[in-house]
């Protein structure tokens, strides 16, 4: 199922019998005698779907409090909204419900929110398949989200609406509306909203924003002449003086490098010379102490040859006197005894010896050793009083080049600096002539839209003349006369019969028109598979069909008169119960139905009359 569906309408309150009215499937005819209700019924719709925020102000109203709408939904999902009858927001209950329930209902705000989606227009309009929709409504784009009221000229025509002269597309009657009713056309023919049109400024907004941005320029260029002084140097005066800077400058950094290269070369040399100077250093301390430990192991070797030499004496001197008389007694030597170990001391004598041979040679080769590390010392001597004056001289190098060089760095900089303030006035210069360039743009920007920028309006042509073939359609199942000389025309967008407008007519053949404008629109949806409401209320499109002398439109016109000649009526509801598995009609009417429609149409009759059927509505 398509769109929505409606159920019932039910008034309710304590004490009082529910006021009722049921719908079918299909077609739905509510006619009979006027001030029963039946308008009152249309605008109470309107009211339960969020489309109007009171109910008209009749007498019988007064006695009730709640109004009851039952729904389908396209989900096929029951629904029943329930209202205060004196307005505020909905209460959404699942299932269809005639008084008050005891399950709590989902609140729906009154008030249309693009934002939220607990709203009845949300509610409905996303049942209807064109939620969220953005229409353009000026020549600027500015766009509304569609809502259940902007829709529902297009799902409920009043008995005011379906007579009037004005075109049915442009319902509200206002020139200032007429964008936005046209594109309202476009979204219901074509399916397509204006999401992607982008919004521009109005021209009086425009010209707003252009004086603005001339004066913020108009500041900055001030402040850029306040910067600049009374009086600024000359431009291009400034830029040749900057071309001499650069020059001097370069010149200077060039001899700046020079000197810095010079220099830093220096103070390579001295920190290779201060490492070398450093190493010798360390080598001749090493030496120094290696010649003294030398010069005490000298003193050593000195000490035990003295030791081995007496003990070589002294062994010498015993085995001499071996064959000698006794020094003591006087006895020769063969009268002696005892043994005095001879041999050991001979042998001890010989050791001696030989540990004083091997001493004498070490004492030699170490007194080499101590004068060649004598020598080496020396040498070290002089070549650290080289390098000592080789960093002497590196220093004072360093020292004369050092002064020339922080002379040469505080020239470049007072050269940079000359240059920085330079560059600072010619980016003045730079940024007065690029705000008075911008100015210029900005002031020769147009505040009125160009051709190119004014937005289409309304459905293209080729739609237009299908929609008019649609029309042409129905009103030949309607079997209206000249069905065939039908078109929709374009600019008064509006029903023309033979070239002859549908305000031209007298209120019935306007009546009937309109009433095919809308039908078309279901009949063109269908057809093209596109989103309608679902259901569409009729007031009084059988106008024609009137008793002149009890109604209150009077005699009928010429055109109304040969109308009624027709059996129009009867085949504009054949045709409407021919839709009944795709939309839901109800015909409002103060006329009878035909007879062979009695029995294919969901029909409520008011009378009027206390005896005789229904009354009204509402309870009187």
């Known amino acids: 199922m398509n769109g929505i569906r409606l159920r019932h309408l039910i008034f309710t309150s304590p004490g009082i ?67 205060a009858a004196n307005g505020g927001q909905f209460k959404l209950y699942e299932g269809l419900h005639k008084k008050h329930v005891a399950k709590k209902g989902e609140i729906l705000r009154e008030k249309h929110d693009s934002k939220r989606t607990d709203t009845i227009s949300h509610l409905l309009l996303d049942a209807m398949g064109v939620s969220g929709k953005s229409i353009v409504r000026d020549g600027n784009c500015k766009k509304s989200t569609l809502s259940i009221h902007l829709l529902s000229p297009y799902i409920v025509v009043s008995e005011q609406d379906i007579i009037a002269e004005k075109s049915p597309v442009f319902t509200s009657g206002s020139s200032s509306e ?18 992607a049109a982008v919004t521009v400024p109005k021209p009086s907004e425009r010209k707003v924003a252009k004086a603005a941005k001339i004066e913020l320029v108009d500041e900055l260029i001030a402040q850029i002449d306040a910067e600049l002084g009374e009086n600024p140097p000359d431009e291009k005066e400034t830029e040749e003086q900057l071309g001499r800077l650069d020059r001097r400058a370069n010149d200077l950094a060039s001899r700046l490098e020079d000197t810095q290269a010079k220099l830093d070369a220096l103070t ?45 004496e002294g062994g010498f001197v015993l085995i001499a006197m071996t064959d000698m008389d006794c020094p003591v007694c006087g006895a020769p030597s ?59 001289r590196l220093d004072r190098e360093i020292e004369e080049a050092r002064p020339h060089e922080i002379s040469l760095r505080e020239s470049y900089e007072v050269y940079a600096s000359k240059r920085s303030d330079i560059i600072n006035i010619l980016d003045l210069y730079k940024r007065r002539f690029n705000l008075s360039t911008r100015r210029s743009e900005i002031d020769a920007e147009p505040t009125r839209r160009s051709k190119g920028d004014i937005p289409s309006v309304g459905p293209d042509s080729t739609t237009i003349f299908r929609f008019g073939e649609t029309v042409k359609f129905v009103l030949s199942e309607w079997h209206f006369p000249d069905a065939d000389k039908v078109q929709f025309d374009v600019e008064a967008m509006d029903i023309t019969i033979a070239g002859k407008l549908r305000s031209a007519n007298g209120k019935g053949v306007r009546a009937i028109l309109h009433a095919a404008f809308n039908v078309a629109i279901v009949v063109f949806c269908i057809e093209n598979n596109l989103p309608y409401p679902g259901f569409l209320i009729l007031d009084t499109p059988l106008l024609t069909y009137r008793e002149p002398m ?6 009928l016109s010429d055109d109304e008169k040969l109308l009624k000649q027709t059996g129009v009526a009867e085949h504009f509801y054949k045709h409407l119960d021919s839709l009944k598995d795709k ?15 009695r029995d294919i149409a969901h029909i409520e009759t008011f009378t009027r009359l206390d005896s005789n059927g229904r009354y009204g509505l509402l309870a009187r």
Do not use: C
């Not at 007429?178 to 999401?195: H, S, V």
């Not at 000298?298 to 007496?310: G, I, P, T």
């Open 17 to 83: 019998e529910p006021a009722e009215l049921r719908f079918g499937k299909g077609l739905n005819i509510l006619y009979g005698a006027s001030n029963t209700g039946k308008s009152f019924a249309s605008k109470a719709i309107l009211f339960m779907l969020g489309a109007s925020k009171h109910l008209p102000g009749i007498d019988e109203i007064a006695s009730y409090e709640s109004v009851w709408l039952g729904l389908s939904l396209s989900d096929n999902r029951d629904v029943t909204l329930y209202r």
């Open 178 to 195: 007429r964008i936005f009713e046209q594109n309202l056309f476009k979204l219901l023919l074509t399916g397509i909203d204006d999401a």
């Open 268 to 312: 390579g040399s001295r920190r290779k010379t201060m490492g070398r100077h450093r190493e010798l250093l360390e080598r001749a301390g090493e030496l120094e102490i290696t010649i003294e430990r030398f010069s005490k192991l000298q003193a050593v070797y000195n000490s035990d040859l003295q030791r081995l030499q007496s003990i070589e």
């Open 334 to 392: 063969d009268a002696h005894k005892h043994n005095h170990a001879a041999e050991e001391i001979a042998m001890a004598h010989k050791a001696a010896a030989a540990e004083a041979r091997k001493i004498e040679r070490e004492q030699r080769e170490l007194t080499q050793t101590i004068v060649s590390l004598k020598a080496e010392a020396k040498g070290l001597r002089r070549t650290i009083d080289l390098e000592k004056n080789e960093i002497d």
């Open 550 to 555: 009890t109604s209150r439109y009077g005699e």
């Open 583 to 597: 939309v839901q009609f109800i015909v409002i009417e103060n006329s009878d139905p035909p007879t062979a429609i």
